[in-house]
T-cell receptor, first 116, second 115 residues
């Protein structure tokens, strides 16, 4: 069964420092992978997605993620953190070859704090 | 263009009661999914509806039900509420049933508190 793990429920970085949020997945078929962001009291917003094209995916707000099949990882990075990046980040996976509907499995989330 | 809208935004119920949550998808989107997000956890898939039919269901009891209307809006119903049903209920819309692109557009959710 597909699943997602996110190492570190809370991550703190200084403003201007590198952001690295870790995600590992398990899937029996080539997956689609996603990062979603959730700001306080809001719904989720798609940051970026991997759908079997380029392994390095660029998203909104300067975020990018790299798909590494050998490591079953899809870590999210941003070179320089901004105060506005403070939010909850969810890694997610779907299996387009196995289900005909939009079933997306989310990880437990990582809360990012940015210190001035 | 309006995004996904959900109502009510907050509500409080007591154990054993029933609740109905409503969702309007983005214009042109024919698919609606429901997710439950318990505090401190990631969203859990409950249902997907496409063209008024249930296309997928997560591991939730029969107390949870939903339907989709001809205008593609949707209702989530939960009967016999339990304390553990307290959560943020998220509605997401997408363009079509498949392939399973997983690109979902979420509303801001309905926060249910069960006392």
């Amino acid at each position: 069964a597909q699943s997602v793990t996110q190492l570190g429920s809370h991550v703190s970085v200084s403003e201007g420092a590198l952001v690295l949020l870790r995600c590992n997945y398990s899937s029996s078929v080539p997956p689609y992978l996603f990062w979603y962001v959730q700001y306080p009291n809001q719904g989720l917003q798609l940051l970026l997605k991997y759908t079997s094209a380029a392994t390095l995916v660029k998203g909104i707000n300067g975020f990018e993620a790299e798909f590494k099949k050998s490591e079953t990882s899809f870590h999210l990075t941003k070179p320089s953190a901004h105060m506005s990046d403070a939010a909850e980040y969810f890694c997610a996976v779907s299996e387009p070859q196995k289900t005909s509907y939009d079933k997306v499995i989310f990880g437990p989330g990582t809360s990012l704090s940015v210190i001035p | 263009d309006a995004g996904v809208t959900q109502s009510p935004t907050h509500l409080i119920k007591t154990r054993g009661q029933h609740v109905t949550l409503r969702c309007s998808p983005i214009s042109g989107h024919k698919s609606v999914s429901w997710y439950q997000q318990v505090l401190g956890q990631g969203p859990q898939f409950i249902f997907q509806y496409y063209e008024k039919e249930e296309r997928g269901r997560g591991n939730f009891p029969d107390r949870f039900s939903a339907r989709q209307f001809p205008n593609y809006s949707s209702e989530l119903n939960v009967n016999a509420l339990l304390l553990g049903d307290s959560a943020l209920y998220l509605c997401a819309s997408s363009l079509h049933r498949g392939p399973n692109t997983g690109e979902l557009f979420f509303g801001e959710g309905s926060r249910l508190t069960v006392l």
